[in-house]
């Protein structure tokens, strides 16, 4: 038996995770990090959300250990002042939109989870399929994934969890979990959780128009394809 931290976004893959391990009989320490545009509102689908937290209760009742934690919302990050560089003393404004670089995710799921102390444990398992061979440079030593270990590929690892009553609502409208607002999401996607959450689309207009009058050079948050257009949705 080893005692195993296991990263898990709610999303098939760090799901079936859980449960290999629960099978083979490890101590599971699960993290979950929840990304919020502010204090009251999450960055994922509602189903996503309540599944998330109804299936953290689950486990728990089982007597796994579970966490749940948030880290600085996008709010609090767009208007952070930066302390050094070239672009020292202003905010930050929107994150970079580069794959693989958001700086959001540094900010807030980064230092969240270097926040969140479980104690010891022997190693991490960060939820890679087998058939994800461009994530599998990812994997070392600490950090492990049980379905590569046991070849369990992506359509496998859905097929688990819905076999066990454990598949996300959100695999209905969607491929993957992830940031409701970052553009790399399909536009449905923006618009199904802005229909969640209705009154975040006059907070991120207003959190636009604060950040064209004290940093005007910024590109605009509205003139993002993506955003102009779902608005005219909702």
């Not at 189903?47 to 009742?61: F, G, K, P, Q, V």
């Not at 046991?150 to 996300?168: D, N, Q, V, Y």
């Not at 064209?212 to 257009?229: A, C, K, L, M, T």
Request: glycine content about 6%; hydrophobic content about 35%.
């Amino acid at each position: 038996m080893a005692i195993v931290k296991i990263s898990w976004s709610g999303g098939k893959d760090s799901t079936c995770a859980v449960l290999e391990h629960i099978k083979q009989g490890d101590l599971c320490k699960i993290v979950c990090y929840i990304p919020m545009l502010c204090d009251q509102i999450p960055l994922i689908q509602k189903c996503h959300y309540e599944y998330i937290h109804n299936t953290a209760d689950l486990w728990r009742s089982q007597g796994l250990e579970v966490h749940i934690v948030t880290g600085i919302s996008y709010i609090e990050f767009v208007l952070t002042r930066a302390t050094r560089g070239k672009n020292k003393g202003k905010v930050f404004g929107y994150p970079c939109y580069i794959t693989g670089k958001c700086n959001f995710k540094i900010y807030s799921k980064i230092k969240a989870l270097n926040r969140c102390n479980i104690g010891e444990y022997d190693y991490e398992d960060i939820g890679i399929a087998f058939d994800e061979t461009q994530r599998h440079n990812q994997l070392n030593e600490q950090k492990r994934s049980i379905l590569c270990e046991k070849h369990i590929t992506e359509k496998e690892a859905l097929l688990r969890c819905a076999r066990e009553g454990l598949l996300s609502p959100l695999y209905l409208t969607s491929c993957r979990d992830g940031c409701a607002v970052c553009p790399h999401k399909p536009a449905n996607e923006l618009l199904a959780w802005l229909n969640d959450y209705p009154e975040a689309k006059e907070i991120l207009l207003k959190l636009d128009s604060k950040l064209q009058d004290i940093r005007p050079e910024h590109p605009p948050f509205r003139h993002n394809v993506w955003f102009s257009d779902v608005l005219q949705w909702v």
